[in-house]
């Protein structure tokens, strides 16, 4: 079956750093690929998406390129800020009838320090 | 626009207590879920609700029902709760139209607690 993998975590850097959070999944044909972000106490939230391969998502300043001989969606940022602190999930998306199935990563807790 | 709304944020149950979590959209979305979040294993779905009528389960439904009320709420109920079911649950909205995808909205979250 689907499955998605993400480095463990916690991730600690300093306000300015880069950023990259690796993910790679196992699927056959072709899913979409998506990262969420969940801040301290709240729901997930969509950051950005790619639906086919060499899709690259982008919101507010991350990045994630969809690599299909890799089978990865690795999360990157160029300049991350405290605000950032949050756990941040990988998955995939597959189609059920008429209702998308998400799976997804463990999810990795990013620590941004001034 | 409240988005998806959850009841209650908190909830403390006795091993065998039976309770319902409370799950509404107000974005017409047709498709529900109810997802499951422990430490150290993301999120895996417990039931989805393709469109107002219909049920299924998902990876981990075990222990739980779901009511698709009508097109804006979707239950999750524990008829008799143990202490596995400590957990934070999430319920979730899309829209699929055609084979056109929608994001999932969240909503804040359950926590629960069985002792």
Avoid at chain 1, 36 to 45: D, F, K, N, R, S
Avoid at chain 1, 97 to 107: I, P, R, V, Y
Avoid at chain 2, 3 to 9: A, E, F, L, R
């Amino acid at each position: 079956g689907d499955s998605v993998t993400q480095m463990e975590g916690p991730v600690t850097l300093s306000e300015e750093a880069f950023l990259t959070i690796n993910c790679t999944y196992t699927a056959t044909g072709y899913p979409s690929l998506f990262w969420y972000v969940q801040y301290p106490g709240e729901g997930l939230q969509l950051l950005l998406k790619a639906t086919k391969a060499d899709d690259k998502g982008s919101n507010k300043g991350f990045e994630a390129t969809y690599r299909k001989e890799t089978t990865s969606f690795h999360l990157e940022k160029g300049s991350v800020q405290v605000s950032d602190s949050a756990v941040y999930f990988c998955a995939l998306r597959r189609f059920s009838g008429t209702a998308s199935k998400l799976t997804f990563g463990t999810g990795t807790r990013l620590q941004v320090t001034l | 626009n409240a988005g998806v709304t959850q009841t209650p944020k908190f909830q403390v149950l006795k091993t065998g207590q039976s309770m319902t979590l409370q799950c509404a959209q107000d974005m017409n979305h047709n498709s529900m879920y109810w997802y499951r979040q422990d430490p150290g294993m993301g999120l895996r779905l417990i039931y989805y609700s393709a469109s107002e009528g219909t049920t299924d389960k998902g990876e981990v439904p075990n222990g739980y029902n779901v009511s698709r009320l009508n097109k804006r709420e979707f239950s999750l109920r524990l008829e008799s709760a143990a202490p596995s079911q400590t957990s934070v649950y999430f319920c979730a909205s899309s829209e699929v139209q055609g084979a056109t995808y929608n994001e999932q909205f969240f909503g804040p979250g359950t926590r629960l607690t069985v002792l």
